[in-house]
């Protein structure tokens, strides 16, 4: 879910903030919000097959990305943990149309521990208007 994105030039976005919804993890014991929220994000699209969007924030790729709230009573993770760093989603941007689905096909996440991190998934992205888009 994007929150305020719009599409800046022919290669890249914008975004206030992505909801990242349907979150889980992978740590025994430790279930995750649901819902994770990025900081102000940037996309530069790189045109290939598939075409890769490299998502960072705005601020730079060394800034905070994003706060992953770890919860459960038995979790040794329990708390906020600050991820900063970018993910590289894939699709086929070159179509008009009104939805694209995003994969998620790299992560270079670090949380405030220095430890790495990985984001695995896909979401489907649309315009609010509904109107048809690409990146070409």
């Given at each position: 879910?994007?929150?305020?994105?719009?599409?800046?030039g022919?290669?890249?976005?914008k975004?206030?903030?992505?909801?990242?919804?349907?979150?889980?993890?992978?740590?025994?014991?430790?279930?995750v919000?649901?819902?994770?929220?990025?900081?102000?994000?940037?996309?530069?699209?790189?045109?290939?097959?598939?075409?890769?969007?490299?998502?960072?924030?705005?601020?730079?790729a060394?800034?905070?990305?994003?706060?992953?709230?770890?919860t459960?009573?038995?979790?040794?993770?329990?708390?906020?943990?600050?991820?900063?760093?970018?993910?590289?989603?894939?699709?086929?941007?070159?179509?008009e149309?009104a939805?694209?689905?995003?994969?998620?096909?790299?992560?270079e996440?670090?949380?405030?521990s220095?430890?790495?991190?990985?984001?695995?998934?896909?979401a489907?992205?649309?315009?609010?208007?509904?109107?048809?888009?690409?990146?070409?």
């Amino acid at each position: 879910q994007n929150d305020k994105a719009a599409i800046v030039g022919t290669k890249s976005f914008k975004a206030t903030s992505l909801s990242l919804t349907g979150c889980t993890s992978s740590a025994v014991n430790c279930p995750v919000e649901p819902t994770v929220t990025t900081t102000e994000v940037k996309g530069e699209v790189t045109a290939g097959t598939p075409d890769t969007i490299k998502i960072e924030p705005v601020a730079g790729a060394t800034k905070l990305m994003m706060i992953v709230v770890f919860t459960g009573p038995l979790c040794a993770l329990e708390g906020d943990f600050p991820v900063k760093g970018n993910f590289t989603v894939s699709s086929e941007l070159a179509s008009e149309q009104a939805e694209h689905e995003l994969t998620v096909s790299a992560s270079e996440l670090a949380s405030g521990s220095g430890n790495n991190d990985s984001l695995t998934g896909a979401a489907d992205f649309k315009l609010t208007s509904g109107a048809d888009w690409s990146f070409r």
